[in-house]
């Protein structure tokens, strides 16, 4: 039978036996694996790999296909202990699959890295990334498997999303180690989940920069959201005049330009306080027929309240109006935070007066937080004490930078009882809202002032059965 007839009757009984006969052979044609690459989802992406595999290998591959297993009878030289392990796999018995593997593993049997690639897919699939860790650092631990590329990328994937870019990296330098080259959307996966690490501070902002620059040095075609990738890793570095370049690199190969390159460039140019090239900017998104959009005037919002040009912060939200762009609750905050930075307490509260009288925008927790700092900074902790109220009231949860800015209010002055602050800490806990180790260490460090050792203890109790004593080592 020709290679083009078996594939036609792939699924049917006869073909069973068809392939049997052809696959009794050590090195099938070429041709048939090209066939069966061409017809067969479940195997096409294992022989897309080589045109050489064992005829073992395609034998357990096409048991494992069909809904009526077949017995390793039917392929004399197929491994039986692989077979019921892609078997388990295929019922959706995980676990046990995970048990086989183990056991050939311990038994000297080499796994062929489809039933690795298997198992790891099917443990992704039902959200089990560490187990599917597992399974690929096994299969990496003595003489490492190379696998195909999808399998890589979906731990990469998986990794980014579990909140592990570190772990997404290290899976991703074994893709490499294999003799992979990752293409953009994997490069621009890492470098995007690097740019969202807070916490780990520069270092992991210039990892995201690094990887974009393996990726430029690859030359490879690249679009619009790879650019945006980019810019974002050029500008958490501060090179700013990069990530402008990359702009000029997009009108060169005619990629299509949108709103969100230019929003992204303002926003880096917020950030760095470089609001003298807001003009040009501004400019080339004219020249390219786009109109700023909401996030455009918010971000351009933030660029003067940072530079300190709070009323051209203000013409910007009439220019917004003007143009039939509605103002949305991040571009009255914005302002709110201008004038409390300022000094202008009256001011802000203008502002969130004019906020409530718009229409659907409600006020948020950043709004009002904003403004009981303000109210802090001002000395008037009983105007801040009435906005948490007024937060409370209107169904927005206070979070614990509201109460902490209460709290160290309190806490501060010396000519207040301490009362007050723990009836603010009380509150907290009454809201539902959890201390964090900034709101005991204010509290005992002014009990410490105020000479009150036995205060000390409790707070220091309380933290620890918070479970928040490690935090602050």
Same mark, same amino acid.
């Given at each position: 039978?020709?290679?083009?007839?078996?594939?036609?009757?792939?699924?049917?009984?006869?073909?069973?036996?068809?392939?049997?006969?052809?696959?009794?052979?050590?090195?099938?044609?070429?041709?048939?694996?090209?066939?069966?690459?061409?017809?067969?989802?479940?195997?096409?992406?294992?022989?897309s790999?080589?045109?050489?595999?064992?005829?073992?290998?395609?034998?357990?591959?096409?048991?494992?296909?069909?809904?009526?297993?077949?017995?390793?009878?039917?392929?004399?030289?197929?491994?039986?202990?692989?077979?019921?392990?892609?078997?388990?796999?295929?019922?959706?018995?995980?676990?046990?699959?995970?048990?086989?593997?183990?056991?050939?593993?311990?038994?000297?049997?080499?796994?062929?890295?489809y039933?690795?690639?298997?198992?790891?897919?099917?443990?992704?699939?039902?959200?089990?990334?560490?187990?599917?860790?597992?399974?690929?650092?096994?299969?990496?631990?003595?003489?490492?498997?190379?696998?195909?590329?999808?399998?890589?990328?979906?731990?990469?994937?998986?990794?980014?999303?579990?909140?592990?870019?570190?772990t997404?990296?290290?899976?991703?330098?074994?893709?490499?180690?294999?003799?992979?080259?990752?293409?953009?959307?994997?490069?621009?996966?890492?470098?995007?989940?690097?740019?969202?690490?807070?916490?780990?501070?520069?270092?992991?902002?210039?990892?995201?920069?690094?990887?974009?620059?393996?990726?430029?040095?690859?030359?490879?075609?690249?679009?619009?959201?790879?650019?945006?990738?980019?810019?974002?890793?050029?500008?958490?570095?501060?090179?700013?005049?990069?990530?402008?370049?990359?702009?000029?690199?997009?009108?060169?190969?005619?990629?299509?330009?949108?709103?969100?390159?230019?929003?992204?460039?303002?926003?880096?140019?917020?950030?760095?306080?470089?609001?003298?090239?807001?003009?040009?900017?501004?400019?080339?998104?004219a020249?390219?027929g786009?109109? &700023?959009?909401? %996030? #455009?005037?918010? +971000? $351009? !919002? /933030?660029?003067? =309240?940072? *530079? @300190?040009?709070?009323?051209?912060?203000?013409?910007?939200?009439?220019?917004a109006?003007?143009?039939?762009?509605?103002?949305?609750?991040?571009?009255?905050?914005?302002?709110?935070k201008?004038?409390?930075?300022?000094?202008?307490?009256?001011?802000?509260?203008?502002?969130?007066?004019?906020?409530?009288?718009?229409d659907?925008?409600? &006020?948020?927790? %950043? #709004?009002?937080? +904003? $403004? !009981? /700092?303000?109210? =802090?900074? *001002? @000395?008037?902790?009983?105007?801040?004490?009435?906005?948490?109220?007024?937060?409370?009231?209107?169904?927005v949860?206070?979070?614990?930078?509201?109460?902490?800015?209460?709290?160290?209010?309190?806490?501060?002055?010396?000519?207040?009882?301490?009362?007050?602050?723990?009836?603010?800490?009380?509150?907290?806990?009454?809201?539902?809202?959890?201390?964090? %180790?900034?709101?005991?260490?204010?509290?005992?460090?002014?009990?410490?002032?105020?000479?009150?050792?036995?205060?000390?203890?409790?707070?220091?109790?309380?933290?620890?059965?918070?479970?928040?004593?490690?935090?602050?080592?």
């Amino acid at each position: 039978m020709s290679p083009k007839g078996l594939c036609q009757i792939w699924g049917t009984s006869s073909s069973v036996s068809a392939l049997g006969v052809f696959l009794g052979t050590s090195k099938p044609p070429t041709r048939i694996l090209l066939s069966l690459h061409s017809t067969c989802r479940d195997v096409r992406r294992s022989i897309s790999e080589t045109a050489s595999l064992q005829s073992p290998v395609l034998g357990s591959l096409i048991t494992s296909s069909y809904k009526t297993p077949r017995s390793a009878a039917s392929f004399p030289s197929v491994n039986n202990a692989e077979i019921k392990l892609l078997r388990a796999i295929s019922s959706g018995q995980l676990d046990t699959a995970m048990e086989e593997l183990k056991r050939l593993k311990s038994s000297g049997c080499a796994v062929e890295p489809y039933s690795i690639e298997r198992l790891v897919e099917a443990l992704l699939s039902k959200q089990r990334f560490r187990a599917a860790l597992t399974v690929f650092k096994s299969s990496q631990h003595t003489t490492p498997t190379q696998l195909h590329y999808f399998t890589y990328q979906s731990l990469v994937t998986a990794a980014i999303k579990a909140g592990e870019p570190y772990t997404a990296l290290e899976i991703f330098r074994q893709l490499q180690a294999a003799g992979l080259t990752p293409n953009y959307i994997t490069y621009c996966g890492l470098i995007s989940a690097f740019g969202k690490v807070r916490r780990r501070g520069q270092p992991s902002a210039d990892l995201a920069y690094q990887l974009w620059q393996e990726l430029c040095s690859l030359q490879l075609p690249l679009d619009a959201a790879a650019f945006r990738t980019g810019m974002n890793a050029c500008i958490s570095v501060g090179k700013l005049t990069e990530a402008r370049q990359l702009l000029q690199d997009m009108k060169q190969r005619n990629i299509a330009l949108d709103i969100r390159v230019f929003n992204i460039l303002l926003k880096g140019y917020s950030r760095r306080g470089g609001v003298s090239a807001v003009p040009s900017i501004l400019q080339e998104m004219a020249d390219a027929g786009l109109k &700023p959009s909401a %996030v #455009t005037y918010n +971000t $351009l !919002i /933030d660029t003067y =309240v940072t *530079a @300190g040009q709070l009323a051209q912060a203000r013409q910007t939200c009439a220019d917004a109006q003007a143009a039939g762009v509605a103002l949305d609750v991040w571009s009255y905050s914005g302002l709110i935070k201008g004038f409390v930075q300022n000094n202008e307490l009256q001011a802000a509260l203008e502002i969130l007066q004019e906020m409530k009288e718009a229409d659907n925008i409600t &006020p948020n927790e %950043v #709004t009002y937080s +904003t $403004l !009981i /700092d303000g109210c =802090v900074r *001002a @000395g008037v902790i009983d105007t801040g004490k009435e906005l948490l109220s007024e937060m409370v009231a209107g169904g927005v949860k206070p979070n614990a930078v509201t109460y902490n800015t209460l709290i160290r209010a309190y806490a501060m002055d010396d000519k207040v009882d301490m009362q007050e602050a723990f009836g603010m800490l009380n509150e907290m806990g009454k809201a539902g809202v959890m201390p964090t %180790v900034d709101t005991f260490n204010t509290l005992m460090d002014a009990c410490i002032r105020r000479v009150d050792p036995p205060a000390v203890l409790r707070l220091f109790r309380r933290m620890v059965q918070s479970g928040l004593l490690f935090a602050c080592i």
